[in-house]
């Protein structure tokens, strides 16, 4: 008896070959965008003799004391990021989790005109404002303090974060609301019983974009602080750098112990950032 042998269909192995293609495109981008971890992660730890032998391949013995010369350097910094950061996520969390609430499910005359204003506020590029901004914070004193970094994150995070929490809250079931409501419950119990707790991840996808956007900016501390103890740590790292000279290996060091708590947020919070945005937590719908 002869055997026939079946041929795979045409398109399925067309399908095949674009799969094999998209691994390949997808691991060609990951491998680029991970080579320069991998470089400041190898000259880390490494002497200036290591460094300047073998400049690409990690060289042994590890020093590992300089993430120690790095942490000595960079702890200030550290914590005045999060000392802004943290103030940040509650002016702005607050203001736009009130004005969400507020424009999603109350009616009243102007409502469409506010919220068209605010996501006008989007269209204005921040360099627009710089220089009036750096002249209302000089006249009111607080150039070289820390409310002069606090205040333009709460400023501008409040804007988008109104329109992210409008939209998420406008989500949430009305029946819900209007279930509660014949229960007795008040506006200021509809927001801190019902639409506090069923925003939290809303709430987290906010928290998470003000620490990127506090971590991230260098001109503004740049422009309005002198003070070396409150400077944040992307322009603390300048300094260091400066400081450290040639010194390659603490230099990395801080970097990378820089990107630490971002990285360490984005790991745990990935789940609450997209449900922000995608308007619930991954699997509920």
Known sequence: MT??????????????RKQIGVYVALTVIAVVGLLPYLFALSTSVKTNQQFAS????????????NYVVAWVQIQPYMVTSLLVAAASIVGIVALSLLAGFVLARFDFPGRNFFFIMVITLMMVPGIASLIPLFVMMKDLGLLNTIWVLIIPHIAAGAVLGTILMKTFIEGIPQEIFDAARVDGANPARLFWSIMMPLSLPVIGTVSLITVIGVWNDFFWPLLTI?????????????????????????????????????????????????????????GSH
């Open 3 to 16: 055997s026939l042998t079946v041929k795979p269909p045409v398109r399925r192995r067309r399908a095949g």
């Open 54 to 65: 073998e400049y690409w391949l990690p060289s042994f013995p590890f020093h590992f004391e």
């Open 226 to 282: 002198s003070q070396n103890e409150l400077k944040t740590v992307s322009v603390g790292l300048i300094f260091f750098q400066g400081q450290s000279g040639t010194d390659f290996g603490p230099m990395f060091a801080g970097y990378l112990l820089a990107s630490l708590p971002l990285l360490l947020l984005f790991t745990f919070l990935s789940k609450y950032f997209l449900a922000g945005v995608q308007g619930g937590l991954p």
